[in-house]
Structure formats: C-alpha cells, structure tokens
C-alpha cells in the first residue's frame, strides 16, 4: 500500500520509512549449496530466509550462479554459517562462482554429496538441510527438506544445541554479524506468569 501523505513521527522513537535496511532483523546466515554442470560444489550466503512450511523453506534469491544450478539439479542442502566460519562464509556470500569457480576450496571447504539429494553437503558447516527445489521463480526459491544432518559435536541430549553451534545473524543495521545461542527463556513458558 502506497501513500503520498508524508510520515508522521512516532512519539519516542525514530521514524525510518519503509526501505530501511532493518526490516526484519536479525537475518539467519544461510549457505546454499549446489553443483554445477560440472560437478564443482558452488556456496553462497544468503539473508532472506526462513522457514516457509513444517517442512519447507523460502529464501528470497537473484539470478545467479547458485540458482542456474538450482535450475540444472533441482536440488541444494542449506547450512547455517557459525562463529568458526565467519570469514569463509563471507567471503563465499561476496565472491561469484561464476569469476572463482573453485571458491569452496579456496577457504579449504571439503564437500560430501548428499545421499538423498542432487547437492553437495558442506563438511565444515555442522547442521544441513538436504532440500528439492519446490518452486523457483520471481526471485523466490521454495525448497522441500527431506533430511536434517547434524555433528555429533553441537547436539545436547539428542537434539541441536544452538548455544554449541553458535551460528552467526546478519545484522543489516550494524553491516555486521552477530552470534547467537543464549537462553532467555523458555518457549510456551516464559509468558506463563501472566496466565491466571
């Protein structure tokens, strides 16, 4: 909805319209991963994601190398950058596969091909989504998962313990990234003090 009334000041805050870099933050750091026509692993970062359906996820892409892939096998794994992989993992978000085609090597990446999916699994990333592309188009890439993977090394009691995997947010207005894994709370128990 569009209007060209200017905008009026919220008392006691900032007014930043609506295209500020803030719009939803923070933003997970996702790394798509693919294969190319040659079978050479392709990782990029991506912002715009989340979780689209109990077993699907929507990530907002452009046209590049990762979704020509995307075009060719239908398939990609999604991981999810940490503390220990900041560096690697921006400079595969910044970097085209197209210009460095070799780039998962360059940061001394190691690949396993997925078992249920037309995708590499990325070695050094602890958790991965194996996915089939559900839809592609308009700049929106809905993917299946079929299979959730995990280090031995980040689960508590048999389940993912984001305080040891410490994966990293993009904070859009800082231009930086953030770790996050403290609890706070507790879901669906936290806000139970106010339940009479």
């Not at 040659?38 to 046209?63: F, R």
């Not at 794994?77 to 460095?100: P, W």
Request: glycine fraction near 8%; proline fraction near 6%.
């Amino acid at each position: 909805m569009s209007t060209d009334k200017p905008l009026q000041e919220v008392a006691g805050r900032k007014n930043f319209g609506p295209s500020h870099a803030l719009m939803t933050t923070p933003q997970p750091c996702v790394m798509i991963a693919t294969w190319d026509k040659d079978h050479t692993p392709d990782v990029m970062m991506a912002a715009w994601a989340g979780q689209y359906d109990h077993n699907q996820i929507v990530i907002s892409l452009s046209k590049h190398k990762t979704t020509e892939n995307l075009e060719l096998t239908g398939a990609f794994t999604v991981s999810f950058a940490d503390i220990r992989t900041v560096a690697e993992s921006d400079y595969l978000g910044i970097v085209s596969g197209n210009q460095v085609p070799d780039k998962v090597a360059r940061v001394g990446f190691t690949v396993t091909p997925s078992p249920n999916v037309d995708a590499p699994i990325i070695n050094e990333y602890p958790l991965t989504l194996e996915c089939k592309v559900v839809s592609w188009g308009g700049g929106v890439l809905v993917g299946e998962v079929v299979n959730q993977s995990a280090h031995e090394s980040i689960l508590t009691d048999g389940k993912v313990d984001l305080a040891k995997l410490q994966p990293i947010v993009f904070d859009a207005a800082g231009m930086c990234y953030r770790a996050i894994g403290e609890v706070v709370g507790g879901a669906w128990n936290a806000g139970k003090k106010f339940v009479e």
